[in-house]
């Protein structure tokens, strides 16, 4: 029998794409909103899965955890993207005094100066 280690850090992300992590930070909370309604153009030319996945991940990269409002969204495969995102812009906009919050697979957190 031959055992072999695992090693320490993998070569490659173990994604199989049923789940979508859309992450989105802004310098404020109007240009916060501004990035949840331009996904919003996005999805309503309704998207391949593979082109929405590509999206997901640019937003993944340019993610910034200084930013002063961050949102992520976690996003399973048969959800309906639509209504979520036009549910997280209301509540984005209900709810803008807050310094976090969270809805159904909806996370947001705000670090700017009241």
Known sequence: MVLEES??????????????IVALSAASHEALC????AWQTFLAESPE???FAYRAKHSRE???SDAPY??????????DRVKLFAETE????????ERSWTATNVFFGS????
């Not at 090693?7 to 789940?19: N, P, R, Y």
């Not at 961050?70 to 959800?79: F, G, K, P, T």
């Not at 209301?90 to 005094?97: I, Y």
């Open 34 to 37: 501004s990035e949840v309604r």
């Open 49 to 51: 899965t593979a082109d």
């Open 62 to 64: 340019a993610f910034a």
């Open 111 to 114: 670090s700017a100066a009241d």
């Open 7 to 20: 090693s320490e850090h993998e070569s490659e992300a173990d994604w199989d794409g049923s789940v979508n």
């Open 70 to 79: 961050r949102l992520m969204l976690v996003i399973e495969h048969e959800a």
């Open 90 to 97: 209301r509540t984005l906009v209900a709810k803008e005094s």
